[in-house]
Nanobody, 118 residues
Framework: QVQVVESGGGLVQAGGSLRLSCSASGTLIGAKTMGWYRQAPGKQRELVARVTNDDDTDYADFVKGRFTISRVWTKNTVYLQMNSLKPEDTGAYYC????????????WGQGTQVTVSS
């Protein structure tokens, strides 16, 4: 059974940086896509960034130039480096891993809280 676990959230002042980490364990099969969504209080969950096993990346417009996603292929691990954080970046950040063979489907973590103070 695939388990997705995030870490690295916390409280930071506006303009600061945080690095989120996520690992999908429980399988030797590489995920097709891994990435991050976030959800602010009272708002819908939205895509932040994702990376495929072809190293294609996709970023939401509101994080372009500030956030960078990277991945360690052999470990089903993905990182999100977040710089120049803004109060509107506050929310719960959820990691996901998509498998197209083996444990097929989308697998989600429990989320890690990011709070940016003004």
């Amino acid at each position: 059974q695939v388990q997705v676990v995030e870490s690295g959230g916390g409280l930071v002042q506006a303009g600061g940086s945080l690095r989120l980490s996520c690992s999908a364990s429980g399988t030797l099969i590489g995920a097709k896509t891994m990435g991050w969504y976030r959800q602010a209080p009272g708002k819908q969950r939205e895509l932040v960034a994702r990376v495929t096993n072809d190293d294609d990346t996709d970023y939401a417009d509101f994080v372009k130039g500030r956030f960078t996603i990277s991945r360690v292929w052999t470990k089903n691990t993905v990182y999100l480096q977040m710089n120049s954080l803004k109060p509107e970046d506050t929310g719960a950040y959820y990691c996901f891993a998509v498998f197209i063979v083996g444990p097929k489907g989308d697998h989600w973590g429990q989320g890690t809280q990011v709070t940016v103070s003004s």
